[in-house]
């Protein structure tokens, strides 16, 4: 079970490689990446990821222990970054192992709706006009009803 909150960029084919060996005695493996999505229009010059590190690390570990505890999960992964973040750039990514399909995808849906909604980032957009902080989006926020 594992938790980091990083600046640098990570390798995703080695991550998921890595994760996946480690958790020999599971069915399944899902992992979930999210990328810096580009404006509409094109026009997203960066995103700006801020964060309290002791806050942040503390509840995404809160979390990653009640999906582990909900599904028995056998190892658990979520990685996020902040800092400067460009078009196409990998965000965050979650990876779940559990010993059979369901309880890894559902894990990893609770994590990531979770991540989406509660952990304690804040990203600032900056396009050619400007800059504004990004607001919760009410799905995200109905995503949690499920959980």
Same mark, same amino acid.
């Given at each position: 079970?594992?938790?980091?909150?990083?600046?640098?960029?990570?390798?995703?084919?080695?991550?998921?490689?890595?994760?996946?060996?480690?958790?020999? /005695?599971?069915?399944?493996?899902?992992?979930?990446?999210?990328?810096?999505?580009?404006?509409?229009?094109?026009?997203?010059?960066?995103?700006?990821?801020?964060?309290?590190?002791?806050?942040?690390?503390?509840?995404?570990?809160?979390?990653?222990?009640?999906?582990?505890?909900?599904?028995?999960?056998?190892?658990?992964?979520?990685?996020?970054?902040?800092?400067?973040?460009?078009?196409?750039?990998?965000?965050?990514?979650?990876? /779940?192992?559990?010993?059979?399909?369901?309880?890894?995808?559902?894990?990893?849906?609770?994590?990531?709706?979770?991540?989406?909604?509660?952990?304690?980032?804040?990203?600032?957009?900056?396009?050619?006009?400007?800059?504004?902080?990004?607001?919760?989006?009410?799905?995200?926020?109905?995503?949690? /009803?499920?959980?």
């Amino acid at each position: 079970m594992t938790v980091r909150v990083q600046q640098d960029r990570f390798d995703l084919g080695a991550e998921v490689q890595g994760f996946a060996q480690g958790c020999n /005695t599971s069915g399944a493996v899902v992992n979930f990446t999210g990328i810096v999505r580009n404006t509409p229009d094109g026009d997203l010059d960066r995103m700006e990821i801020e964060h309290y590190p002791g806050m942040t690390q503390s509840a995404l570990a809160e979390i990653e222990a009640k999906a582990v505890k909900r599904w028995s999960l056998k190892g658990s992964l979520i990685i996020h970054r902040y800092g400067i973040l460009r078009p196409g750039d990998m965000i965050m990514m979650v990876a /779940t192992a559990a010993p059979h399909r369901v309880d890894a995808f559902e894990s990893a849906q609770y994590l990531m709706d979770y991540l989406k909604s509660r952990a304690p980032f804040w990203k600032k957009e900056f396009t050619t006009d400007g800059h504004q902080w990004v607001e919760a989006k009410d799905a995200d926020e109905a995503a949690l /009803t499920r959980w």
